[in-house]
């Protein structure tokens, strides 16, 4: 097959794990096999992403609950993450039994994971982040994404250029966060930054940053031109918001957020699937971090989390959570 085809092909699979207009973005330690089966409860077709998976640890441990899957899962990207680009192309070539896509991470702006020279620190790096994508690319067969952001500082804001060069050297797909790393979540996410992209690539580009409701979506794709939404930070708390969006933006139906009562129920489920997954004493813990998105809006919120936290019982977690609709 020549190169031509096999460039056409790639870029039909990728038309079509992106038809729905919307992802999961990764988020580590967030969009673990329970959020991602939650989701997909609501959105049948959106992209999943996993959370950033180590390629040093990947090596190390190819067991790992991070790979896990169900067979609804699909279209699902795992990420990986790395600098050394055989190591990264053998993790990808092992990971691609359970992906339809494999994504590189060059976006996270996190300091531990920048001083190792992985993560948003390869846009410093253009020729090792393409011997990454090449090398990748020439491992595995399906498609290769690249997520990455506008630049490393205001003075670096090299994306259109990093865009061109990741399509260069393979990339079938790119996913955009709209700040630099020096930004890391604050400020607004740039959008109309991220049409300066699309303009100057062929591949399809998917925006990310900010996006919390249908409404913040459709904002997003008209000044970012992009050809879909990546949904992070929006999703927690509420795992109906990308099929909300999804369906708003096939159909024009438009699905109002979930009440308070929802959003207990949808934490009672996030916590007994991740009891279930990770047994009561580690689930119960895990789901801390997301009682702030799913416990709020209400008189008393901020007090009742301090509660929830300090709770290992799963029993009393339960019975706690019943009592805000009794006490709302």
């Not at 990728?14 to 967030?30: E, Q, T």
Request: aromatic share 8%.
């Amino acid at each position: 097959m020549n190169e031509d085809k096999i460039t056409n092909s790639s870029s039909n699979v990728v038309k079509s794990l992106i038809s729905s207009k919307v992802s999961l973005a990764p988020m580590a330690g967030i969009t673990d096999y329970v959020l991602r089966s939650l989701v997909r409860e609501h959105s049948k077709s959106c992209l999943l992403t996993t959370e950033m998976i180590s390629s040093e640890a990947l090596t190390q441990v190819k067991e790992t609950d991070m790979v896990a899957r169900d067979e609804n899962h699909s279209p699902i990207s795992y990420q990986l993450s790395g600098h050394k680009p055989k190591m990264i192309a053998s993790c990808a070539n092992y990971l691609q039994k359970f992906a339809d896509m494999i994504d590189i991470n060059m976006g996270c702006p996190v300091n531990k994971v920048v001083k190792g020279t992985d993560g948003c620190a390869l846009m410093r790096n253009p020729k090792l982040a393409q011997e990454i994508v090449r090398t990748v690319k020439s491992q595995i067969e399906i498609p290769l994404s690249v997520k990455f952001r506008l630049g490393y500082t205001f003075d670096e804001l090299n994306f259109v250029e990093f865009g061109q060069q990741m399509q260069e050297a393979g990339a079938d797909f790119i996913t955009i966060h709209g700040r630099t790393r020096s930004q890391m979540y604050s400020g607004h996410a740039d959008w109309k930054k991220i049409a300066e992209l699309k303009r100057n690539v062929d591949i399809p580009v998917f925006a990310n940053g900010d996006v919390v409701s249908i409404e913040t979506a459709v904002q997003c794709l008209e000044e970012s031109e992009a050809d879909g939404v990546a949904i992070g930070r929006g999703a927690l708390g509420d795992p109906t918001l990308i099929g909300r969006i999804e369906k708003y933006l096939n159909t024009g139906e438009y699905i109002s957020p979930p009440s308070l009562e929802e959003k207990v129920e949808y934490m009672k489920q996030h916590l007994l699937k991740e009891v279930e997954f990770r047994g009561e004493n580690v689930g119960v813990k895990f789901v801390r971090k997301f009682y702030p998105y799913y416990i709020n809006g209400f008189q008393g919120a901020s007090k009742l989390r301090g509660e929830l936290v300090l709770m290992d019982n799963l029993d009393e977690i339960l019975k706690t959570l019943d009592g805000i609709l009794v006490k709302n």
